[in-house]
């Protein structure tokens, strides 16, 4: 029996992690808030963390359209400890990820636009 579109999805979000040693996890989130796939440490709460991934790239989408930016690329938080990072994943999801303090972002970037390019092909 073949794995599970979700299997695959967090075998995705474990091998960017493993690529991208400065990721401490990820997850994918459908854009209504809901955990699709994860790879989020025990003891954090998945379904705070998707509403506010979700939130947050609607919100910074609607931002960047009104300011005249564009299409969104990507949405950075930056707190003392370290980073949350999001990208859409097409038009109904989002690739959220949480990075360590001292994290080379260009490259965090890159690695999760490839991931989400494969993980479009899951979600679709």
Do not use: C, N, W
């Not at 989020?40 to 963390?49: K, M």
């Not at 960047?64 to 690329?73: A, N, V």
């Not at 994290?103 to 390019?117: P, V």
């Amino acid at each position: 029996m073949g794995k599970s579109r979700t299997d695959l999805m967090v075998q995705r979000l474990r091998t960017m992690q493993a690529s991208t040693p400065d990721v401490e996890s990820s997850a994918v989130v459908s854009v209504d808030g809901l955990i699709i796939a994860s790879s989020l440490p025990s003891g954090v709460e998945e379904d705070r963390i998707s509403a506010m991934s979700a939130a947050m790239l609607s919100l910074g989408e609607r931002i960047s359209g009104e300011l005249g930016r564009g299409l969104l690329q990507e949405v950075y938080i930056h707190g003392s400890s370290g980073y949350v990072l999001l990208v859409s994943v097409g038009s109904d999801a989002v690739l959220t990820v949480l990075a360590r303090q001292q994290a080379k972002l260009g490259l965090i970037f890159l690695e999760m636009r490839r991931a989400s390019e494969d993980l479009l092909e899951l979600v679709g």
